[in-house]
Structure formats: C-alpha cells, structure tokens
C-alpha cells in the first residue's frame, strides 16, 4: 500500500491585480508517494519555479492546502513553524551545489544536522555513512574547490538528505553538468527515492534520463496534467 508523502490540492499563486493579474499556479492538485521521483517539466514562466518554492513553503501559496508526511502545512495560511518542519521534512538541491567553501565535504554535510541539534558524534557518523553511499569517502577532507562538478553535486545531494527529509526538491540540478555526469545525478536521485524512501520532485530541462523517472508531470500556464512516456 503505497504512503502519500506529499499533497496539494486547489493551489493557486497569483501576482499583481485586476488586468495585469498572473495566474503562476492555476488550481495545481497533485499526490506524490513515499519513494517516488517525478519530473516537472513545461516552458519557462510555466510556473515550475513557484510551484517548488511553495512547495518548499519559501512562499505561500494564494489558496489552497499542502500537506507533507501526513501534516497539513498550509491551509488558508500556515500551520506549522515554517522554518522548523522545513528543516526537519524537506531538501533541497539547486543547479549549483552552494557548498560552503571554506568546509570540507564531511563539514559541509554535518553542519545541517548541527544546526539541528545533532551531536557532534551523530552528525559525524551519519555524514560518513552519506558519504560511503555517494562514493565519496575519499573525498571527506576535500574543500568544494578540490571536487569536480560532480563531485560537488552529489555532497549538495548528501546534504540535502542529512537530516533524513520526507520531500526533496530539485531544481534543475543537472543544468551546469555534462551529459554523463548529468545521467550519473539523475540515477543518483532515483536511488535517493527508491532507497532512502524519500519523495523526490525534480524540475528539469534535461530530457536524455527522463527515462529514470517514476512519473512525469507538465506544467503550462500555471496547470499541472501528467504526461504519457509516449508522448
């Protein structure tokens, strides 16, 4: 029996008033499930972006309801301490790997669990732990300059699970990578999904590893419809 970790239903996002008015989100209802990965895709101005971000509860939606690992976090306005469940439910994972460059991978992981309370000896375990199952335990003492693209990548991705989050969000994390290394990521986030049973949302531009996607969504015009591989 299949566990929804992620639900929104009737989300609307509108900018400005009147004539000028911009539907972003346009009555968005979707599920996703425990270990799941789904693209988004749609043109740019679609309305990927605000959908993520308020997904991400970085902004509120105009009306509607979110409801992450069975709590309902927006109805009518927020029902939760925003930046706590945030920090404690879902990851986030951008196109650059935003790594803090003056800590090594190991650090970079562990101070997400630290600023969450996590002990020093916790934080160092589960971050060699992360780090064995990304391959990159050799690279645990390596500044973010010492590290390929790649390399940075799956340390963001690493990181962005630490604190062992229901939802993780990606935002075109492939874009600055190579084709090769840009199938690696997108397998790598697959098997986040299917072995760590995270839901995993990614928008992407990158069609050569649509393949690895459970689902895939298309947005246009602030709508959501789920699209046919044989499309």
Same mark, same amino acid.
């Given at each position: 029996?299949?566990?929804?970790?992620?639900?929104? =239903?009737?989300?609307?996002?509108?900018?400005?008033?009147?004539d000028?008015?911009v539907?972003?989100l346009?009555?968005?209802?979707?599920?996703?499930n425990?270990?799941e990965?789904?693209?988004l895709l749609?043109?740019?101005?679609?309305?990927?972006?605000t959908?993520?971000?308020t997904?991400?509860l970085?902004?509120?939606?105009s009306?509607?309801?979110i409801?992450?690992?069975?709590t309902?976090?927006f109805?009518?306005?927020?029902?939760v301490?925003?930046?706590d469940?945030r920090?404690?439910?879902?990851?986030?994972v951008?196109?650059?790997?935003?790594?803090?460059?003056?800590?090594t991978?190991?650090?970079?992981?562990?101070?997400a669990? =630290?600023?969450?309370?996590?002990?020093?000896?916790?934080?160092?375990?589960?971050?060699a =732990?992360?780090?064995e199952?990304? =391959?990159?335990?050799?690279?645990?003492?390596?500044l973010?300059?010492?590290?390929?693209?790649g390399q940075?990548?799956?340390?963001?991705?690493?990181?962005?699970?630490?604190?062992k989050?229901s939802?993780?969000?990606?935002?075109?994390?492939?874009?600055?990578?190579?084709?090769?290394?840009?199938?690696?990521?997108?397998?790598?986030?697959?098997?986040?999904a299917?072995t760590?049973h995270t839901?995993?949302?990614?928008?992407?531009?990158?069609?050569?590893?649509?393949?690895?996607?459970?689902?895939?969504?298309m947005?246009?015009?602030g709508?959501?419809?789920?699209?046919?591989r044989?499309?």
């Open positions: 029996m299949n566990t929804v970790a992620l639900s929104a =239903e009737h989300l609307f996002k509108t900018y400005g008033e009147g000028t008015a539907h972003a346009n009555d968005v209802s979707f599920s996703m425990v270990g990965i789904v693209a749609g043109p740019s101005g679609a309305g990927k972006s959908l993520l971000t997904l991400g970085i902004q509120p939606p009306s509607g309801t409801s992450i690992a069975g309902r976090v109805d009518n306005g927020y029902q301490n925003i930046r469940f920090r404690n439910n879902i990851g986030f951008f196109q650059k790997a935003n790594l803090l460059p003056f800590l991978a190991e650090e970079n992981i562990r101070i669990m =630290e600023v969450n309370d996590a002990s020093s000896r916790e934080s160092k375990q589960y971050a =732990e992360l780090l199952h990304f =391959e990159l335990s050799a690279r645990r003492t390596f973010p300059k010492q590290l390929s693209g940075q990548q799956r340390v963001a991705i690493a990181r962005a699970l630490a604190n989050p939802l993780l969000l990606a935002d075109e994390p492939t874009a600055a990578l190579d084709s090769h290394m840009g199938r690696k990521v997108m397998e790598l986030l697959k098997n986040v299917h760590h839901a995993v949302l990614v928008v992407t531009h990158d069609h050569r590893a649509i393949d690895v996607f459970d689902r895939i969504w947005m246009e015009d709508k959501l419809s789920e699209k046919n044989q499309d």
